[in-house]
Each structure stands twice: as structure tokens, then as C-alpha cells.
């Protein structure tokens, strides 16, 4: 059976974005605001070579709340995708969820399955993949992203970036580090279950 490692992106991947409206950091809104960390390439390769699959599991409400374009939202994948392909990593799956359940725009605004906490992404890629999600791993920067992987019975990383901290506090991970990187040396020295 293939394990995987499911990946939060923003504050993980990529720099969250201060936004002067709301006074908060958050997803990047246009492609110029999009900042990949330095060590992101560095860790996702250390994982891609141990067998992990990779999938991304984002939500991603901007154009549901009337923030920014779709186009826009299409145009950071497609630059994160460049990147990542460009640097040798493959992610088996994208799963963003653009719904949001209090959006202006109708066809967003409504409670959906696919929106974090909610594992639906991740029972889909266990299905399509044969996963093993007990030595699969979640890793993300708030308590909806450790909600999500334990839903599903994988193991947990919560990384304290501080521009998210507000979004922590609630969730129990297995462990909690620093950035993607330490994340990455830590998970590749747990022992399979
Ligand atoms: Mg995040
Ligand atoms: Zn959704």
C-alpha cells in the first residue's frame, strides 16, 4: 500500500499575505503576493524520494468572498505547479475546496463536504490510490488541517507559523515544529506503524 503526505499550502508551502482590510495574513490573492519558502522544494523532494505521495488539501474561499478572481486563484496554482514540476517534484493530487459556507458569490457560498476540516479530498485519494492512511501524514498550520488528517486516522504535524497562531489551540497534533522543513526531518524518522 502507497503512504501519503497530505500538505496544507498556505503558511506552509507559501508566505501568508498581510491584508490591510482585514488586518490579518492570509492566502496570497494575486500572483505577485504568491512567496514559496526556500526550503519548500528542499523538503518536498526528501519526501517525494522516501515513496510518499504528495497531495495538496487547500481551501482556498477567496473568490467565494469576493477577495479575488478565479483567474487569480488559477494563476498562483499554475505558478506553484511550475515551480514544483521545475524543481522535480510531482504531487499526485491538487485538492482545493473555493467554497466557503457565509460567500457572496451563490455558486461558492454554500457548506460543501470538501471544505477543511472535512475529509472528503482525503477518502478520495485513499479510494483512488490505495492508501495507507495510518502511515500517511497530515501537515498544515491550523487546527482545521489537524482536524482533517485525524479524521481520517493519519498522523499529525502542526506547524506554528506565526502569522496563523490565531487559527490554533484547539487541535491535539502528534507533533509541532517550526516550518515544513523540520516538519520533514521529523516525519522521515518516525519508524511505519
Ligand atoms: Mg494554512
Ligand atoms: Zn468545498
Redesign the pocket.
Known sequence: MKRAVFLDRDGVINRLVYNLETGQYESPYCVKDLVLYPYAARSLIKLQQRGYMLFLVSNQPGYAKGKTTLENIRSIHEEIHHYLTGNGIKFTGYYY???HPDGIVPEYALK?R??KPGAYFLREAEIKFGLDLVNSWFIGDQDTDIFCGQAVQTRTILINNIHSAHKRGRSFPDYQVWDLLSATELLLKQPFK
Do not use: D, K, P
Request: hydrophobic share 0%.
Open positions: 475546496c473555493y467554497h460543501c470538501c471544505r
